[in-house]
């Protein structure tokens, strides 16, 4: 017997089209792409672009521009004597936030992340320099540091013959490199310590049956899965040493031993003697410096990726 249905057909339902935008949708997009990549190319990639054109001139920024050729960078090398002291800083400067400050917050952050008592104050306690600007740490460093009134001679006794730890050219360096570092360490454990939360538990577990003790399972199983986190401090580590500048110039302007990169560019574009052109040039083999940092890490680590 054949059974007829009285309900009435369902209506077909039509097929949503995917991949195709309104034009509602195009013009969001393209504000929401747009805006944010003609900032970048008016406020970085523009005045990135200018530097570059403006190193092979000489301008004072009112008369005419004149072409100088490879004049300023010549000159930087050869008749520049505040130039390779410059250099010399900033590279001490990276090799101890990278060497010393960087280790040391991953040291911290790996303890953190044990869940020890009281860990909500520790990470406050360790993060609160980064909230302080680096200007703010130069003023800190003349009450730490100064001959006169400074606290560390006063804690080491050294009142009668005080030592002039930032006016001493052979030791003002490091002295200021301390305060910086206790900055980074506490950026640093930030990081670490977000990219330790995120390793999943199973691969410390399994590394423990295997018979792995702490610190083989760290460096051999967590350490490796670590690797966007160490891109992007290998980044800001860069940055933060190359673009030093408000500390040293809150202390001395820059001078008598913390000769940086960022002030010779400072004292000679905005400076009593205009050297745009000149200037430019420094700011441009800043820019190589700091590029060649992070080409040479991030080429490394697509080959091994790719391995």
């Known amino acids: 017997m054949t059974v007829v249905s009285t309900h009435p057909p369902a209506p077909r339902q039509r097929r949503r089209r995917v991949g195709r935008f309104t034009p509602g949708d195009i013009a969001v997009?393209?504000?929401?792409?747009?805006?944010?990549?003609?900032?970048?190319?008016?406020l970085i990639w523009g005045p990135t672009l200018a530097s570059v054109a403006l190193s092979f001139t000489s301008w004072n920024g009112v008369t005419e521009i004149q072409p100088a050729g490879l004049e300023n960078y010549r000159n930087i090398v050869t008749n520049y004597p505040p130039f390779w002291p410059a250099i010399r800083n900033n590279v001490l400067w990276l090799l101890f936030l990278g060497c010393v400050a960087t280790p040391f917050g991953l040291f911290l952050a790996v303890l953190l992340d044990k869940q020890v008592r009281f860990t909500r104050f520790y990470q406050t306690a360790l993060y609160l320099p980064v909230v302080l600007s680096l200007a703010v740490i130069g003023f800190i460093a003349q009450l730490i540091y100064s001959r006169d009134y400074g606290v560390l001679n006063a804690l080491l006794g050294l009142t009668d013959d005080p030592i002039d730890w930032i006016g001493d050219p052979d030791i003002n360096l490091w002295s200021v490199l301390v305060l910086v570092g206790w900055r980074h360490v506490g950026y640093v454990m930030l990081l670490y310590l977000a990219g330790l939360k995120a390793v999943d538990p199973a691969l410390k577990e399994a590394a423990a049956i295997d018979g792995a003790n702490e610190a083989q399972a760290f460096f051999r199983v967590v350490f490796p899965t670590l690797r966007p986190v160490n891109v992007i401090v290998l980044v800001i580590t860069v940055i933060e040493a190359l673009r030093a500048f408000d500390v040293v110039y809150a202390i001395n302007r820059g001078r008598n031993g913390l000769e940086l990169l960022s002030v010779l560019i400072t004292d000679n574009i905005v400076g009593e003697a205009s050297r745009i052109g000149f200037g430019s040039a420094?700011?441009?083999i800043l820019l190589a410096i700091s590029l060649g940092f992070i080409v040479i890490y991030l080429t490394q680590t697509l080959r091994e990726a790719k391995r």
């Open 29 to 42: 997009i393209g504000l929401l792409l747009g805006i944010p990549l003609l900032l970048d190319v008016l």
């Open 282 to 284: 420094l700011a441009v």
